[in-house]
T-cell receptor, first 115, second 113 residues
């Protein structure tokens, strides 16, 4: 069964607008971590933001925020004020102790920022 | 710290040859992951080490693939014999335990002709 589901293969957003990238996850472990990574066309994997399952507040890092809805098992990434440099693949990932702290990645969402 | 270091960055080899990919994790990190990325299959976890011990190798495609971690600062992924379908980008990543982020190397782009 898929641990991480990203249902949007591709997304477009106008420069300076906000965009939400969807991510749902599946775990029976009450303790887990959720992550988002960015992979630009150059290929490197860049860590963006982390949310712990027990964190009361949604995580934020600059223009990135994570909309964490625990009951719905969703961890959507919100990028505010999109910039051309935000065009990239975005991967959602999860780590839980049920699977020995492995990282599970979704299939990714390709984001294109339109000038 | 220089980050996770992978070598080589690019490798072109002929079908049937042995290929060895190398990874130096970040000092102090005790978890190490090998991933393979292709357009068709996305990012696949091949094997995961914790404290130099393989925890889960269920993602290793077949017996042609093997991975070792002889010490905390070095890991290898070997393909013998290589096949064209092994062509992909191979990433190594390392992390501290539990719910901390993984840091990725730059990847090795492998082409088997």
């Amino acid at each position: 069964a898929q641990k991480i589901t990203q249902t949007q293969p591709g997304m477009f957003v106008q420069e300076k607008e906000a965009v939400t990238l969807d991510c749902t996850y599946d775990t029976s472990d009450p303790s887990y971590g959720l992550f988002w990574y960015k992979q630009p066309s150059s290929g490197e994997m860049i860590f963006l933001i982390y949310q712990g399952s027990y964190d009361q507040q949604n995580a934020t890092e600059g223009r990135y925020s994570l909309n964490f809805q625990k009951a719905r098992k969703s961890a959507n990434l919100v990028i505010s004020a999109s910039q051309l440099g935000d065009s990239a693949m975005y991967f959602c990932a999860m780590r839980d102790t049920n699977t020995g702290n492995q990282f599970y990645f979704g299939t990714g969402t390709s984001l294109t920022v339109i000038p | 710290d220089a980050g996770v270091i992978q070598s080589p960055r690019h490798e072109v080899t002929e079908m049937g040859q042995e290929v060895t990919l190398r990874c130096k994790p970040i000092s102090g990190h005790n978890s190490l992951f090998w991933y393979r990325q292709t357009m068709m299959r996305g990012l696949e976890l091949l094997i995961y080490f914790n404290n130099n011990v393989p925890i889960d190798d269920s993602g290793m495609p077949e017996d042609r693939f093997s991975a070792k971690m002889p010490n905390a600062s070095f890991s290898t992924l070997k393909i013998q014999p290589s096949e064209p379908r092994d062509s992909a980008v191979y990433f190594c990543a390392s992390s501290l335990p539990a719910y901390t982020e993984a840091f990725f190397g730059q990847g090795t782009r492998l082409t088997v002709v």
